[in-house]
T-cell receptor
Framework: AQSVAQPEDQVNVAEGNPLTVKCTYSVSGNPYLFWYVQYPNRGLQFLLKYITGDNLVKGSYGFEAEFNKSQTSFHLKKPSALVSDSALYFCAVRDMNAGNMLTFGGGTRLMVKP | DAGVTQSPTHLIKTRGQQVTLRCSPKSGHDTVSWYQQALGQGPQFIFQYYEEEERQRGNFPDRFSGHQFPNYSSELNVNALLLGDSALYLC???????????????FGEGSRLTVL
């Protein structure tokens, strides 16, 4: 079975500061990893994914994520946060041997203060 | 390019009733997945339809059923509604069915179901 943990319910950061949203995962095979963002009363928007290759993945809106196989982590990062980045962020994993269903973490609310 | 569209956006039902939610996938996509997002939680996979057949199913009772039409659109049906079925129901589309698993899913904005 595959699972995702997002240990922080909320992350607070000041505008202009770097941000990190944490994610750890568990799968039986090789993982495919994704980050999605959800704004209030909206669906999920894709940010970035790791399939294979370079451990540092760059995505939309200046976000990036680092895949760490030994720590089974896929933390989301941004060098300089914007107030408009405030939203709910979800990490998701797909086991490459288990079809293409996604298993999501519980989400982390990012609050960027001016 | 039309994205994933879902209807209705909001609906209220009472316990024991039945509900049908509808989804049109992103243009060019042939695979539709349904997810349930309870308040304050991450989405949970219900099932996936490809080539008009259910291909994968999550841990949901058979009160939850679906259908995919030849134009790739899909319906989610929930019978004998319970209070715990209150949630945001998200439809996601992709291309190539369950064996094409490196691509991202494209989500609609969801149908918010309230069961009283």
């Amino acid at each position: 079975a595959q699972s995702v943990a997002q240990p922080e319910d909320q992350v607070n950061v000041a505008e202009g500061n770097p941000l990190t949203v944490k994610c750890t995962y568990s799968v039986s095979g090789n993982p495919y990893l994704f980050w999605y963002v959800q704004y209030p009363n909206r669906g999920l928007q894709f940010l970035l994914k790791y399939i294979t290759g370079d451990n540092l993945v760059k995505g939309s809106y200046g976000f990036e994520a680092e895949f760490n196989k030994s720590q089974t982590s896929f933390h989301l990062k941004k060098p300089s946060a914007l107030v408009s980045d405030s939203a709910l962020y979800f990490c998701a994993v797909r086991d490459m041997n288990a079809g293409n269903m996604l298993t999501f973490g519980g989400g982390t609310r990012l609050m960027v203060k001016p | 390019d039309a994205g994933v569209t879902q209807s209705p956006t909001h609906l209220i039902k009472t316990r024991g009733q039945q509900v049908t939610l509808r989804c049109s996938p992103k243009s060019g996509h042939d695979t539709v997945s349904w997810y349930q997002q309870a308040l304050g939680q991450g989405p949970q996979f219900i099932f996936q339809y490809y080539e008009e057949e259910e291909r994968q199913r999550g841990n949901f009772p058979d009160r939850f059923s679906g259908h995919q039409f030849p134009n790739y659109s899909s319906e989610l049906n929930v019978n004998a509604l319970l209070l715990g079925d209150s949630a945001l129901y998200l439809c996601a589309s992709s291309l190539g069915g369950p064996l094409t698993n490196t691509g991202e899913l494209f989500f609609g904005e969801g149908s918010r179901l309230t069961v009283l």
